[in-house]
């Protein structure tokens, strides 16, 4: 660990030098990095993020120079013409941060329960000067309640990517760490009419997607489009449920092979490979093509 600001200084010149000459897989523990650091993959303007050497976004920007690829080419193109955009389950805000660079014409609403998340958030927001993204510290459900939400500690004590409403193990269980979060539905606030008429959504909630969707019936109405991230069967027919009888067609998005796989209706994610998201929409297959997102 540095000692001074100078150390940390060479510290993250010494990481950005060799990270410079080949892109690491995974996180190498013997090339920290400490500090603010510019994200240029993506179809935006770019932009700073920041790290304590304990963000999983970090990692896979700096280390592995990828971050789900294909969802972000997805969600660059259609945050340039979508009327308003939700990032719900935002972590550190990269979607967020993405969208707010390339709009600064509307709002970006964020939400994300976990405060050490929110919290970097905040500063990403910040150091961007993106006033423009509305930042919430709440779950989005389909009740207003106040829970648990509890995650596992990982080595290194990095941000979790994860997270889950309720309680999980034993509550005395050291490996988990646990706050208490407020939970809002969306449905009832407003918020679905200051989105106008084709707006863009990514919801990343680790297990909760059923209740959100459960809770934002209003936003659905105006048929946005989706992308979602889930591994649950349950969740998948609920959703499918909701979105078939307004016309959205359904695909699993190929990060790696830069291109949509159209389905019959969602379906589970395995956590076995790097295909996370599926893309919900009411657009026809030649729109998609046109904007060159089939691949």
């Given at each position: 660990?540095?000692?001074?600001?100078?150390?940390?200084?060479?510290?993250?010149?010494?990481?950005?030098?060799?990270?410079?000459?080949?892109?690491?897989?995974?996180?190498?523990?013997?090339?920290?990095?400490?500090?603010?650091?510019?994200?240029?993959?993506?179809?935006?303007?770019?932009?700073l993020m920041f790290t304590n050497n304990d963000c999983?976004?970090?990692?896979?920007?700096?280390?592995?120079?990828?971050?789900?690829?294909?969802?972000?080419?997805?969600?660059?193109?259609?945050?340039?013409?979508?009327?308003?955009?939700?990032?719900?389950?935002?972590?550190?805000?990269?979607?967020?941060?993405?969208?707010?660079?390339?709009?600064?014409?509307?709002?970006?609403?964020?939400?994300?329960?976990?405060?050490?998340?929110?919290?970097?958030?905040?500063?990403?927001?910040?150091?961007?000067?993106?006033?423009?993204?509305?930042?919430?510290?709440?779950?989005?459900?389909?009740?207003?309640?106040?829970?648990d939400f509890s995650w596992v500690k990982k080595s290194?004590?990095?941000?979790?990517?994860?997270?889950?409403?309720?309680?999980?193990?034993?509550?005395?269980?050291?490996?988990?760490?646990?706050?208490?979060?407020?939970?809002?539905?969306?449905?009832?606030?407003?918020?679905?009419?200051?989105?106008?008429?084709?707006?863009?959504?990514?919801?990343?909630?680790?297990?909760?997607?059923?209740?959100?969707?459960?809770?934002?019936?209003?936003?659905?109405?105006?048929?946005?489009?989706?992308?979602?991230?889930?591994?649950?069967?349950?969740?998948?027919?609920?959703?499918?449920?909701?979105?078939?009888?307004?016309?959205?067609?359904?695909?699993?998005?190929?990060?790696?092979?830069?291109r949509l796989e159209q389905r019959d209706r969602l379906?589970?994610?395995?956590?076995?490979?790097?295909?996370?998201?599926?893309?919900?929409?009411?657009?026809?297959?030649?729109?998609?093509?046109?904007?060159?997102?089939?691949?």
């Amino acid at each position: 660990m540095p000692k001074n600001l100078q150390s940390l200084n060479t510290t993250n010149a010494e990481t950005l030098q060799l990270l410079s000459e080949t892109k690491r897989s995974a996180p190498d523990l013997s090339l920290p990095f400490f500090g603010y650091y510019e994200v240029s993959l993506f179809d935006c303007p770019t932009f700073l993020m920041f790290t304590n050497n304990d963000c999983p976004r970090a990692w896979d920007i700096l280390y592995h120079r990828s971050f789900e690829p294909h969802s972000m080419k997805l969600w660059c193109q259609l945050a340039q013409s979508a009327t308003g955009i939700m990032d719900i389950g935002a972590h550190v805000g990269v979607y967020s941060l993405s969208a707010a660079a390339l709009r600064s014409d509307i709002t970006i609403h964020a939400f994300e329960p976990n405060p050490y998340a929110y919290s970097r958030l905040r500063i990403n927001k910040a150091v961007n000067g993106f006033d423009n993204i509305s930042e919430n510290t709440f779950g989005v459900s389909d009740t207003d309640q106040i829970s648990d939400f509890s995650w596992v500690k990982k080595s290194g004590q990095p941000i979790s990517s994860g997270g889950q409403v309720g309680m999980v193990g034993q509550a005395d269980d050291q490996r988990i760490e646990r706050a208490i979060v407020p939970l809002h539905r969306l449905d009832g606030t407003g918020l679905a009419a200051a989105l106008g008429i084709k707006p863009l959504v990514k919801i990343d909630v680790e297990g909760s997607e059923a209740r959100t969707f459960q809770g934002m019936h209003e936003v659905i109405a105006l048929k946005p489009d989706i992308i979602l991230e889930t591994f649950s069967q349950e969740a998948c027919d609920t959703i499918n449920n909701i979105l078939s009888p307004l016309g959205y067609s359904f695909y699993l998005v190929r990060e790696s092979q830069g291109r949509l796989e159209q389905r019959d209706r969602l379906m589970p994610c395995s956590t076995n490979d790097d295909d996370f998201n599926q893309f919900a929409t009411t657009r026809s297959s030649d729109e998609l093509a046109a904007l060159e997102l089939l691949g």
